[in-house]
């Protein structure tokens, strides 16, 4: 785009640092003659063979229709002979060029210069895009290479058809062709692009109305940039297909896109507004019926053309006042759009008035521009919404954020609250796991103490056993509750250093061959005292009933768990005799507590001693 604008610009630059190089022709005269029909023009032909009618005028030359069509004859045609006389040749051996802003006929064109056929145009009627075509008749052969004394224009027509000429410019082409790129850029290559960029956005609109179908303003804006695209195609293309099709094609997508933009409005305020849409829908179709190109349908003449545009210029007025009014407090975006219609509606009245000759042909047709001007306000509304959308995204964040930090917040009291009561009931269990223990053992031990002292039944020696097992167990309850973090050698190293004054006071001699053990990661309090008491149990045992005097401790990893074993080398005894005897304080008390904690217990006693093992497993469960 921006090296297009720069090659023009130099061009025109060129042109016109060159038109010195030029002659601009700007007399004339000029001539009607009636024909029974449209004809053939000859290859060469004299001007002084032409009748003597001619009327001088000056250049730019613009005909009324109404005074052309007086007297004519149903089926006749005219044609209007323009004569430019040359005065002066431009001072250079280069072959000339001959460019011209617009030669409006709806007949064939034919260009003589010095008699000579040089150029032909619309040789089948009028192409719808030929009015936004520059003249430029090239270096033809032996174009001059003669003194050229004359220029006559043949323009066919039909008598109620308003044919106008613009002023010529003669001279080399390379210093006229600025002039000539610059118009047929501005008239045919950018509304071609504009277009193209305008359907562009309507095709994105189409495919996020497929995403968002209760969304059918994207819907209506492929409508209307796909009606704007048909509606504009006569500035650049000539489409093969019969001209009055494309003639009709052309005048009713203007209408159609009308229609299309009152139901956007309504769709931006809200309004129902029913009758207009009634009456929008019937214009449309009763001028699509009217101007088709049928026999018992309105002919395509130039009146008919121009009172059809005259009511679509009266559609797009009423359309732009109503949706203004119903939508200027209603929608800051139907301002928008109305203020595009009202801009649309200036530039297509300025092609109304190059239609009807209200205006010179050198004018420019602006309705080109339409669709520049829808496309860049509905780009601003594009933008405005996107912009809105990020400002509505960004706020719904900051809003989540703030509910997401209170609900952190709710949810961290909430957590505390919960370690409390978690710790207060874990206090409460183990609180009642103390009790529990110690009525069941210390206090259990303390009474029958008691009760054995009361009766006389005990020496003073035994007494003091009972109350150093007493002190043994309260010790071990405590040592429970110190924090172990699963480290079950941790929790035999206590043992040893409660166990081993009495061992010494027994003459029993401890082999600590403990090993290496991985974690047991469910070793609580409650589950290190049950261990705690089964080994000293263990231990206990070996002291009080089998005479041993070596005590061997030893760890090993043993399937899927732990083991620990103590045997020793005392005089052994009967374990199944042993757990029937028992009453809730011996060997069942062990496999009692080891059950409690997944474990088992083993006993294999002999004459040269017993074995005791207690087993633990790696995982609980659950």
Known sequence: ML???????????????????????????????????????????????????????????????????????????????????????????????????????????????????????????????????PLWVGSEPGMGDVPMREILIRLEHTPQYAVAVSSLWLGPADALRGRYEIRQWLQRGLPAMLNAAFLAVGVFALFVWFRRRHETGYLLFFNLSAIAFVAHLHYYVDLPIAQDWFGWLVLNSICWGLTAVHFFLRHLHRHPLRWLSRAMVAATVLIGVATLPLPWALSGTAPVLAAIYAIELLMAMVVGIVGGVSTWRASREGRLVVVAIAVCVLLGMSDWMLHNNVVGPEGWFLGAYTNGVTFVFFGLLMYRRYVSAIEEVERINASLAERLRLREIELEQSHQRLREIEQRQL????????????????????????????????????VSQILKDCMDDLKLAIDSMEPVEADLLLLLATLRFRLEPRMEGANVALIWDIKELPPLAWLDPSSALNILRIVQESVANTLRHTRATIIRMTTAVEGAGVQIAIEDNGQGFDVATALRRSNGRGLQNQQRRAQSIDGRVTWLSGETGTRFTLWLPLERRS
Request: no cysteine; proline share 5%; net charge negative.
């Open 427 to 462: 206090l409460s269990d183990e609180r009642q796991r103390l009790m529990q223990d110690m009525h069941d053992g210390l206090g259990s031990s303390l009474i029958s103490a008691i009760r054995s002292v009361e009766q006389g039944r005990m020496s003073d020696t035994e």
């Open 3 to 133: 090296a297009a604008v720069g090659a023009l610009l130099s061009l025109a630059v060129s042109g016109i640092q060159r038109s010195g190089e030029s002659l601009h022709l700007t007399h004339a005269s000029w001539q009607e003659v009636e024909t029974p029909g449209f004809s053939t023009a000859p290859v060469s032909l004299d001007s002084r063979g032409l009748p003597d009618a001619w009327h001088d005028t000056a250049l730019p030359l613009a005909m009324h229709p109404v005074s052309q069509a007086e007297g004519a004859k149903a089926g006749a045609a005219r044609i209007t002979w323009v004569r430019v006389p040359v005065d002066g040749q431009p001072s250079t051996t280069k072959s000339l060029s001959l460019y011209g802003a617009r030669l409006k006929t709806d007949g064939p064109i034919d260009i003589y210069i010095n008699g000579k056929l040089m150029y032909r145009g619309q040789q089948r009627g009028q192409q719808w895009s030929s009015l936004f075509t």
